[in-house]
């Protein structure tokens, strides 16, 4: 498993014409409530974020002498303008008028349409990164207005910090859940988030509570049921996990996840896991690893964390 070391991954601040390494973490939905649905079809729900000390790595390397955006590998049956990460890199320029370009090379180790925010991530370390490296000097609200642009969960990995949000995602308070140890897995189901919101027996009018009340209750998935009625290896996966810790559904899936108090019991948990599955052992984190990595180095950006 790949973890972050914080003091060796960034290269000197003064050294901005070579590549570097960024974290761009994982995130998990610790509880997941549907309140109700508006005219507009959208759902309003309740949500917990926390982040992981698990994800990907982008390696970003500032052109000064063109514009262009090279972003590598290619990702099959995925064109470069379609990429979360160009287009984060674009948008930034057209809006800071940046006359910088940049190459982005992705080391992928979160599983695709797991859940877990891969995608959203990769968009926000983008911005976040270049922000710094190409003097763009923009606030992290005014981040977090670009990457909304991208994605509905961009913002969150832009602020970097655990978040309870409300209404259709928008409504964001700051929080501090606890960093519990987790096993996170993977089945091959590739989850339509779709058809889990627009099936009839989706439960859709749980109570709303306040963050205090939700903090302290059990924490539980409305999507869950829905998703295991649809995909066989993600009910296989979390019965799995069930037997060694408590564990449900994040987001609408397909990654399932259990927590415990300590590393040592999630690792033991994790050695028995069967073959078939993608999974790793992380530790729950109330501020993003790419904060803590910009704060170690005193690079903008990090003082509002």
């Known amino acids: 498993?790949?973890?972050?070391?914080?003091?060796?991954?960034?290269?000197?601040?003064?050294?901005?014409?070579?590549?570097?390494?960024?974290?761009?973490?994982?995130?998990?939905?610790?509880?997941?409530?549907?309140?109700?649905?508006?005219?507009?079809?959208?759902?309003e729900l309740q949500t917990l974020f926390q982040f992981l000390d698990f994800g990907d790595w982008l390696e970003i390397d500032v052109r000064t002498h063109d514009n262009q955006i090279i972003i590598t590998p290619e990702i099959p049956?995925?064109?470069?303008?379609?990429?979360?990460?160009?287009?984060?890199?674009?948008?930034?320029?057209?809006?800071?008028?940046?006359?910088?370009?940049?190459?982005?090379?992705?080391?992928?180790?979160?599983?695709?349409?797991?859940?877990?925010?891969?995608?959203?991530?990769?968009a926000a370390t983008t911005l976040v990164v270049l922000n710094v490296l190409w003097g763009a000097n923009l606030s992290l609200d005014e981040l977090a207005e670009i990457g909304l642009e991208l994605g509905a969960d961009v913002p969150i990995f832009i602020h970097g910090h655990a978040a309870f949000a409300e209404g259709v995602g928008e409504k964001i308070t700051y929080c501090h859940p606890q960093e519990k140890w987790f096993v996170v897995l993977k089945p091959e189901s590739a989850i339509s988030t779709a058809?889990?919101?627009?099936?009839?027996?989706?439960?859709?009018?749980?109570?709303?509570?306040?963050?205090?009340?939700?903090?302290?209750?059990?924490?539980?998935?409305?999507?869950?049921?829905?998703?295991?009625?649809?995909?066989?290896?993600?009910?296989?996966?979390?019965?799995?996990?069930?037997?060694?810790?408590?564990?449900?559904?994040?987001?609408?899936?397909?990654?399932?996840?259990?927590?415990?108090?300590n590393e040592a019991d999630a690792q033991a948990c994790f050695q028995q896991k069967p073959k078939a599955l993608f999974g790793f052992v992380a530790k729950g984190l109330n501020v993003s690893p790419l904060h803590q990595l910009l704060k170690h180095h005193n690079l903008p950006n990090s003082s509002t964390i």
């Open 195 to 261: 058809v889990i919101f627009n099936d009839p027996a989706l439960p859709r009018h749980t109570p709303k509570r306040p963050l205090d009340k939700l903090l302290h209750s059990p924490y539980e998935n409305d999507c869950q049921k829905i998703v295991l009625n649809h995909y066989s290896d993600v009910e296989n996966a979390l019965n799995w996990l069930l037997q060694y810790a408590p564990a449900r559904l994040t987001g609408t899936g397909a990654c399932v996840f259990a927590e415990f108090d």
């Open 77 to 122: 049956n995925l064109k470069t303008e379609d990429n979360l990460i160009y287009r984060a890199a674009k948008l930034l320029q057209q809006k800071a008028n940046i006359t910088q370009g940049a190459n982005l090379h992705l080391d992928k180790i979160l599983p695709m349409g797991g859940g877990v925010g891969g995608g959203s991530s990769n």
């Open 1 to 43: 498993m790949k973890t972050y070391q914080f003091s060796t991954a960034l290269s000197s601040p003064s050294e901005l014409g070579k590549p570097r390494r960024f974290p761009s973490p994982a995130k998990l939905n610790l509880f997941l409530y549907i309140n109700g649905r508006l005219p507009n079809g959208y759902h």
